[in-house]
């Protein structure tokens, strides 16, 4: 039997790397929104140059999942390199559209799903002479045709295209005629709708359409940075990119003068040495890298955290270890970020779940650096940084100040304070700093990565060191209390079974908790959204009997966190890992949590394979 389904179903599309298919395919995505229907959608590309395959996905969920669900309904096949594999995704019932200029054997097909063929090629060919232009407009023409199959309102692409073609009138009549010409085909030569439709709703709301990467990029707009540096690396180059673009409207001077500096280094290494500069002279400052960058910039990680400098690191993970897979996501940086350089070092690392939070933590992360005096390490992931999420609009108090922490004046200088760099006074482990130049003979005006005693005067005696190790640690302590706290959700039903998630795995884990529920399997849930761990993330572990932790990598990174810091018996954390570069989806969730919710001897989860 086909598939029924009203605005819940999956949409993939196989293209081919450069063939202009991601406009298109963006177009039919937020023509979607535009119906008030909610949708996730993802990007899957190659990292090599144009010709090889490429993937975007669209589900639509009018209950508003924005993970992946995995399967797919209707496969749009545009790529005959991935022809095979492309059908093998589709849902038993479900549908293949194809160009069908081309007469294709029936044993290509698969006979439990319905095969839709539209001769996209034969109609460019006759309607343009242009080759570039048959290419791109076969894109639109195969989005005019989905529109009739799945009972599009045909205003929305419409709109969506003179809205982007606004600046360029002439554009959009032959784009409208494209789009046109799909849908008349389509409903003068096929059955429409199919199963598969789609109705209007108003469950988008206000929320908004954005992407991680500038969502963080704007947080530090907010946040009150002025310097980045930064050496280009996927997936986080669009990160920078996006705050010079808010950075050249927000911060510049009717003048034109500019009151923030952008530096794309030679390297990583020397991205972050600039940072750690502009830090100690007072400026709020960051880098954006991915993994193989955090690598590179260890030794001056270390001597932001030992000099204690202010310094702002947003981390975009994808597939390691060395190139791996640059353009696939995981949340493989954790242990690398919270023990970056050598020696005894701990960092503080937030874990944004979407662009919402990649904006608030974006710009939280510069309040922390200068409270702590220490370096935050931001971990979004390339799922998060480079995709489009549905999330809450971004909100702003303009009434907030920018929190400097501890630092001394002139005039508290002047009138004879005690001031040590490296002395507390308080018992919060966090000292007083000065910027260079404040007083003409008071204050620090230089700093060192080697021992010293709590007036920074080099020392390489075991007491002093050990004296100033141990204040770090009661720092590290102060900000286990101010990182943002877990978030927690009781069961309806009182359960020993508990599980942890963090970061992109969230939008999925809700939909298997909704679904382990329904299957009669209880959870109390905790989302981690910082490390150090708050108490209540220990507390949690030790009131279940046995706790699951989902994340996306092969070591179970988070968990050897929660084992060593919260000195926890490995026993009672059963790892569920997914590692294969894309997306972890609802499905596989629920299935590895199920298998093992009621058995009595219970065996820790890897997962490597393909992605339900």
Avoid at 421 to 435: A, E, H, K, N
Avoid at 512 to 537: K, Y
Wanted: proline share 6%; net charge negative.
């Amino acid at each position: 039997m086909p598939l029924a389904a009203t605005n819940d179903f999956v949409v993939k599309f196989a293209n081919v790397n450069g063939s202009g298919s991601a406009s298109a395919n963006q177009l039919f995505a937020k023509s979607i929104l535009r119906m008030g229907i909610p949708i996730a959608s993802r990007n899957i590309f190659p990292s090599n140059i144009q010709g090889l395959p490429t993937w975007f996905e669209v589900r639509v969920s009018g209950a508003g999942h924005l993970g992946r669900r995995g399967g797919v309904d209707l496969m749009v096949a545009m790529n005959p390199q991935t022809w095979d594999r492309d059908i093998a995704e589709i849902e038993p019932g479900g549908y293949l559209f194809y160009d069908s200029t081309r007469p294709i054997p029936a044993s290509r097909f698969r006979q439990d799903i319905t095969v839709i063929g539209v001769p996209l090629t034969a109609m460019c060919n006759e309607a343009y002479e242009d080759p570039r232009q048959r290419q791109l407009f076969k894109n639109i023409i195969y989005v005019g045709a989905l529109s009739a199959l799945l009972d599009m309102d045909p205003e929305a692409p419409a709109q969506l295209i003179r809205e982007q073609f606004r600046t360029k009138e002439k554009l959009i009549q032959p784009n409208l005629d494209a789009l046109k010409m799909g849908r008349d085909w389509a409903m003068a030569n096929l059955t429409c709708p199919i199963g598969l439709t789609l109705r209007r709703m108003d469950a988008v709301g206000d929320r908004i359409f954005t992407d991680g990467n500038s969502a963080a990029a704007l947080g530090a707009v907010y946040g009150g940075a002025t310097v980045c540096a930064w050496y280009p690396i996927t997936p986080s180059t669009s990160l920078a990119e996006g705050f010079e673009r808010y950075a050249r409207k927000f911060r510049t001077n009717p003048d034109g003068t500019k009151r923030y500096a952008i530096v794309q280094a030679e390297d990583e290494l020397a991205s972050i040495g600039m940072v750690i500069g502009a830090g100690w002279n007072g400026a709020r400052a960051f880098t954006a890298t991915s993994g193989p960058g955090i690598s590179l910039m260890g030794e001056f990680v270390g001597l932001s955290y030992f000099a204690e400098i202010p310094a702002v690191i947003f981390d975009v993970q994808r597939a390691g270890p060395s190139t791996g897979m640059p353009t696939r996501t995981q949340q493989s940086d954790v242990l690398a970020a919270a023990y970056a350089s050598h020696g005894d070092t701990k960092h503080v690392v937030l874990l944004p779940e979407d662009p919402h939070e990649c904006f608030t933590m974006g710009a939280d992360a510069f309040d922390l650096a200068d409270r702590l005096q220490t370096p935050i390490f931001v971990l979004l992931d390339l799922d998060i940084g480079m995709n489009d999420w549905l999330c809450e609009p971004f909100r702003w108090d303009d009434a907030r100040s920018m929190d400097r922490g501890k630092v001394m004046t002139a005039e508290e200088l002047e009138e004879g304070k005690t001031f040590g760099r490296y002395l507390d006074v308080d018992g919060d482990g966090i000292p007083f700093r000065t910027w260079p130049g404040t007083h003409p003979t008071k204050g620090s005006f230089f700093t060192r990565g080697t021992s010293r005693d709590r007036y920074a005067r080099y020392t390489e005696e075991g007491a002093a060191y050990v004296d100033n190790m141990q204040r770090l640690l009661r720092k590290f302590d102060t900000a286990r209390q101010i990182v943002p706290r877990p978030v927690e959700t009781q069961a309806k039903q009182s359960t020993p079974l508990g599980v942890i998630f963090y970061g992109s795995t969230s939008a999925a884990m809700r939909e298997a908790l909704e679904a382990l529920e329904a299957d009669g399997i209880h959870l109390d849930a905790l989302r981690v959204r910082a490390f150090p761990f708050h108490d209540e993330v220990l507390d949690f572990v030790r009131r279940h009997e046995r706790v699951f932790l989902v994340e996306q990598n092969r070591d179970a990174q988070l968990r050897t966190l929660l084992v060593n810091e919260g000195e926890i018996d490995p026993a009672r954390i059963v790892p569920v890992l997914h590692y294969d570069g894309t997306p972890i989806t609802a499905r596989f969730i629920r299935a590895a949590i199920a298998d093992r919710a009621s058995a009595t001897n219970v065996i820790p989860l890897s997962r490597m394979g393909a992605a339900e």
